[in-house]
């Protein structure tokens, strides 16, 4: 028989999956020019599933209550990042890359450090991570630019 904790932990790594798979999706849809909500969408809530799974295996095993920051951070990431392009907030083009960046890179490294238990992993994502939030930076304000009306 299967156990509620089995199942959890199923939907856990099936959600995790999908956040993972739906990132690049996302950012290939967006840097084609195209809207992607449903794409957009689905890494939310891919990401929140994650969270809400989180938050039931920890309830299930307290030596895995440090889960709870850990997603509960990453659901902030990736929501706020969805909401500063939405919303217009000022220097959006600054903050999105490193918001969305961010949440993936807690779903990376989660899958590296529930595979390993090394802990080079806690660091190399966030590290290798950076360049493409660089280039997502550079492309943002590049596009930025290239529509701003030129100084006097």
Do not use: C
Request: a positive charge; charged letters at 10%.
């Amino acid at each position: 028989m299967v156990a509620v904790r089995d199942v959890v932990l199923y939907l856990h790594v099936a959600l995790g999956t999908g956040g993972l798979l739906l990132g690049p999706a996302w950012l290939v849809a967006r840097h084609r020019g195209r809207p992607a909500r449903g794409l957009a969408a689905g890494y939310q809530g891919a990401v929140a599933g994650v969270v809400l799974s989180a938050g039931v295996l920890a309830a299930t095993d307290p030596q895995l209550i440090w889960l709870l920051p850990v997603a509960l951070g990453t659901q902030v990431l990736a929501a706020t990042g969805a909401l500063a392009r939405r919303r217009g907030w000022s220097g959006w083009q600054s903050w999105q890359p490193h918001l969305l960046g961010g949440s993936y890179i807690a779903l990376v490294t989660g899958v590296l450090i529930a595979e390993t238990g090394n802990p080079v992993f806690w660091l190399l994502p966030a590290l290798v991570g950076q360049v493409p939030i660089a280039l997502a930076k550079r492309r943002l304000h590049g596009a930025d630019q290239a529509v701003a009306p030129l100084p006097a």
